[in-house]
Every structure is written in structure tokens, then in C-alpha cells.
């Protein structure tokens, strides 16, 4: 099994999903409770882009594993 740029993208997109349970309870009480402004905007965007890709990533690599055998 070859690694491949998008094995290596699938495995950032899990450690992004899980540097954002870790910091929940910090995103609560700072970026929750904030006033909206382009900062807090931006930030959302960032930050749960990899929660909407993440899927999407680990279903190509795994599908592109599974017909390279």
C-alpha cells in the first residue's frame, strides 16, 4: 500500500477533527460567546471546513486503497 497525497490529506483532516475536540470547550467560551465580526467569521469558516471535508477525504482514500489492490 503506497502513500499518497491524498492518504496524507485524509490524516491531517483526522488530526483536524481532533485538535477541535480538544479545544472545544476553549472555542465555546471565547469564539461562541464573542460578537460576530469578520474574526469570528473567518475563524467558523477555518475551523469546520475540515469537519464538512474530512468525509469526503477519508471516503477517497480509503476508496482508492481499496481498487488499487
Known sequence: MAHSP???AAFLQIA???DC???LD???E???KANWGV???LFLLERYMALISAPVMVYYSLA?????E
Open 6 to 8: 491524498v492518504r496524507a
Open 21 to 23: 475536540l480538544l479545544t
Open 16 to 18: 483536524k477533527i481532533y
Open 26 to 28: 476553549m472555542e465555546v
Open 64 to 68: 482508492s486503497d481499496l481498487s488499487n
Open 39 to 41: 474574526g469570528k467569521i
Open 30 to 32: 471565547y469564539i461562541w
